[in-house]
């Protein structure tokens, strides 16, 4: 998918994509913060084969949102 999703539709693509790809682990290869977003780097590996998954999140008050997820293959 490489368009905005709404919030629900969002939620429902992932768990389409995690119930077709069990996750074995998942570990954070680079973060950063910057101003009010965090960026994160992160590697999942799955029985079929491994992804690389980009996080942003905005920070807002005491409030983070997640703005953008991105799985890639390795």
């Given at each position: 998918?490489?368009?905005?999703?709404?919030?629900?539709?969002?939620?429902?693509?992932?768990?389409?994509?995690?119930?077709?790809?069990?996750?074995?682990?998942?570990?954070?290869?680079?973060?950063?913060?910057?101003?009010n977003?965090?960026?994160?780097?992160?590697?999942?590996?799955?029985?079929?084969?491994?992804?690389?998954?980009h996080?942003?999140?905005?920070?807002?008050?005491?409030?983070?949102?997640?703005?953008?997820?991105?799985i890639?293959?390795?």
């Amino acid at each position: 998918i490489r368009k905005p999703l709404a919030k629900s539709e969002a939620e429902q693509e992932l768990a389409n994509f995690f119930a077709q790809n069990k996750p074995q682990s998942f570990s954070v290869l680079h973060d950063n913060s910057q101003d009010n977003v965090i960026y994160m780097i992160c590697k999942l590996q799955t029985a079929k084969t491994s992804y690389r998954v980009h996080i942003l999140i905005d920070v807002m008050g005491d409030e983070e949102r997640i703005t953008q997820i991105r799985i890639e293959t390795l």
